[in-house]
């Protein structure tokens, strides 16, 4: 026999071995790695008596690293993406209660604020900066704007109740 017909058949009952081991995918991808191995570091074993026990020896070593492998990166453990369940996001109700309550807090507290602070937090929420704030609030000082912003909310503080959570 030739070498390639000799590997042809060593090939198929490498991956038949693998397979019974490991998944079909798994043991095509050792198969070829033994056969590399074969054909780059033992082309000169050409006998079928010498060639079938090399090569599930190599075969044996690659399928002892795949499980090593396999068992340092934590892939013997795994579980489905499918089979977990599915996290609930929502708050309790508590919470949601609470959130609620807080909201119509400060609605009720903005709307007691002067027109200059209410138009200072609705730019801040809008992500402008103070610099942009104090052109549109005609100011030439920078420091101005950080004095009623600072003035605004210890306003809004002292409408809440001199606390920022609910009581």
């Not at 009623?148 to 909310?153: A, K, L, Q, S, V």
């Amino acid at each position: 026999m030739e070498r390639d017909e000799i590997l042809s058949k060593i090939r198929e009952r490498i991956v038949a071995f693998a397979a019974s081991r490991l998944s079909r995918e798994v043991a095509e991808d050792l198969a070829q790695e033994v056969l590399l191995i074969l054909h780059e570091k033992y082309s000169d074993v050409t006998d079928l008596t010498e060639l079938l026990p090399l090569s599930f020896q190599v075969l044996r070593f690659k399928m002892l690293d795949f499980h090593r492998k396999s068992l340092r990166r934590g892939e013997y453990n795994q579980v489905p993406i499918e089979d977990l369940p599915l996290q609930d996001r929502g708050d309790d109700p508590e919470t949601d209660i609470a959130r609620k309550q807080m909201v119509e807090r400060l609605i009720e507290a903005m709307n007691k604020l002067t027109p200059r602070c209410r138009d200072l937090f609705r730019w801040k929420l809008q992500g402008k900066t103070f610099v942009e704030i104090q052109s549109l609030m005609g100011q030439s000082s920078i420091n101005t704007i950080y004095t009623w912003d600072f003035r605004c909310r210890k306003q809004l503080l002292d409408l809440l109740g001199g606390t920022w959570e609910n009581r």
